[in-house]
């Protein structure tokens, strides 16, 4: 059974750090994008960040660049993001996405992720 499990989201003051987690069973990362994206209320689902397993290439939106890093570990079938200097506008349900394919250039388009987690909150508020 395909699953991703997301982790690690919280409530944190403006300025602090959280690390998701995405841990990826019944298949394996390789040669997968793993996007994550996230939604707050009433807003659409946008994408954050994804990175190519294959080749380790990442790509974030303008709004999260310099404050959050994604990366791997394939021996653990798990994708990290490490958010820093986080801000109220970071609030959110992030999920991690699974596309079956390296990251091209559409890399932020939801339609081409064929798995998604449940969902984690995180929170930023003082």
């Known amino acids: 059974q395909v699953q991703l499990v997301e982790s690690g989201g919280g409530l944190v003051q403006p300025g602090g750090s959280l690390r998701l987690s995405c841990a990826a069973s019944g298949f394996t990362l390789d040669y997968h994008c793993i996007g994550w994206f996230r939604q707050a209320p009433g807003k659409e689902r946008e994408g954050v960040s994804c990175i190519s397993s294959s080749d380790g290439s990442t790509y974030y939106a303008d709004s999260v660049k310099g404050r959050f890093t994604i990366s791997r570990d394939n021996a653990k079938n798990t994708v990290y993001l490490q958010m820093n200097s986080l801000k109220p506008e970071d609030t959110a349900v992030y999920y991690c996405?699974?596309?079956?394919?390296?990251?091209?250039?559409?890399?932020?388009?939801?339609?081409?992720?064929?798995?998604w987690g449940q969902g984690t909150q995180v929170t930023v508020s003082s």
């Open positions: 996405a699974a596309d079956p394919y390296p990251c091209g250039n559409n890399y932020f388009l939801v339609a081409l992720y064929e798995y």
